[in-house]
């Protein structure tokens, strides 16, 4: 099944294509009052760790080390997808963040653990076996 999962800044302005709007930051956007925003929820628990966000901002880590960081950090609590996944099953789901450069955030590692998890499951869907046929007697 294919799913559209798409990231974009809090700042730029929401679009009728944008589905369900998370914003999936740890911290609040400075300047931005939540009744002037187009979001449909905050959900913080899937962004990188306090400590892991700021080593991150410090350059203390490469792209790909805090790649595999946060990838382990979700890998880590599989329930903190939950939210997102349901979100991403109902239709597009537009992950949103504060950061300048989005395809260089967090969202774009985000997405890749939401789409290997919905598939995941509906590989595991496809190879469950179908319920049985039921050979009852119905009453007529």
Known sequence: ????IRFKRIYQPADATDGTR?????????????EDLALD???????????LRQCWHRDELTEDAFANAYRHQLDQEPGTLLPLLRAARAGTLTL?????????SHLPILRRALLDALEAEDAADRDDPASPTCYGQSKS
């Open 96 to 104: 949103l963040t504060a950061s300048r450069e989005p395809e260089h």
């Open 1 to 4: 099944m294919n799913y559209d």
């Open 22 to 34: 998370i914003l999936v930051d740890r911290l609040w956007p400075r300047g931005q009052r939540k």
């Open 41 to 51: 929820e905050w959900y913080a628990d899937a962004s990188p760790s306090a400590g």
